[in-house]
């Protein structure tokens, strides 16, 4: 399998997500076939993205002059024109200038791309991503959409921070026009959550009613192969594959071969109505591994005792 550009390989940091914007035309490299992952990405860059990647009509010449540095024949005109007649990019300096060639910094990144969701109608998400531990770093105007979008999982860092002012890589926004995108398509298709009902099978619940919806097994794809599709009640799908989801394992709901935001990591209290019959006596032990383990091996040495027992009786009454 060769590279997914000349320099971007397969499993490096953000080589998934790039790999899925460039099959999607979204994401182009340049013409000596490399991405430059690593180089800053400059705001007439981002205005193409936004039009390519949420659907946003670009005109095809423009009649007019934008802004003082946007002239009706600049390179980036039509894109300018699109995000800014869709709400979603504006001008700097109060408006007075777009700046196409400025670096985007994570700050603005956020307020970009909170504007595509509401303009989807998409309900902000709250408190799910964790405290922005850097949020007065930030200017006042791009705090909520901040928190917004770390709530949203758009964004997530390991030590709780958003480094506002950093500027956003290439392969960075690759990543978080992926995850904007999953968001979208989720809330599309009115998921909601899913859960696992044994290592095989997963509940998918939906916000909506489902029952006369027709669906077809191929469409989903969670790891292996689905082997069984149901409707179980007017809000929930339920999923079984051929692959036994082990502990510490994670996988994540496609549909139609695009990524949902709906996921599941089996953790070891995963354990669900563990039934031990207990010489004649049954007990039930839900969500905890240890003990289910302890009974386990107590039920194991408690038949080895009776069958020695049996056996010892046997020999007694032989003599």
């Avoid at 007065?136 to 390991?158: E, F, M, R, Y």
């Avoid at 006369?212 to 809000?235: C, K, S, Y």
């Amino acid at each position: 399998m060769g590279p997914i550009f000349e320099d971007v390989c397969h499993g490096t940091t953000h080589s998934s997500e790039i790999r899925e914007m460039r099959d999607r035309g979204i994401l182009t490299g340049y013409s000596d076939g490399n991405f430059h992952p690593n180089e800053t990405i400059i705001r007439g860059q981002v205005a193409t993205l936004m039009t390519r990647a949420f659907d946003i009509p670009v005109p095809d010449t423009v009649s007019e002059d934008l802004y003082p540095d946007v002239s009706s024949s600049h390179h980036y005109a039509p894109v300018v024109k699109a995000v800014t007649d869709a709400g979603i990019m504006t001008g700097r300096e109060g408006n007075s200038v777009f700046d196409t060639g400025v670096t985007l910094h994570r700050q603005q990144m956020a307020s970009i791309l909170m504007r595509v969701l509401d303009m989807n109608d998409v309900e902000r998400a709250e408190g799910n991503g964790g405290q922005v531990t850097d949020l007065d770093d930030a200017l006042a105007v791009h705090q909520d959409n901040i928190q917004a979008l770390q709530a949203h999982g758009i964004t997530q860092t390991t030590d709780g921070t958003f480094r506002p002012m950093e500027p956003v890589s290439r392969s960075q926004m690759a990543t978080f026009i992926e995850r904007t995108l999953a968001v979208l398509y989720t809330d599309e298709l009115g998921l909601q959550s899913m859960e696992m009902v044994d290592p095989y099978t997963f509940n998918i619940h939906f916000n909506r009613d489902i029952r006369d919806v027709e669906w077809d097994a191929d469409d989903f794809r969670l790891r292996g192969n689905t082997e069984h599709l149901e409707v179980i009640d007017d809000q929930t799908l339920q999923i079984r594959t051929d692959y036994r989801l082990n502990y510490g394992q994670a996988l994540v709901l496609y549909y139609q071969d695009q990524r949902t935001t709906l996921s599941y990591e089996r953790e070891r209290s995963d354990i669900r109505n563990v039934n031990v019959d207990i010489n004649g006596a049954r007990v039930d032990v839900s969500g905890n591994s240890q003990l289910t383990l302890m009974i386990q091996v107590f039920t194991l040495f408690w038949k080895v005792l009776m069958v020695l027992r049996k056996v010892q009786k046997k020999g007694l009454d032989c003599k």
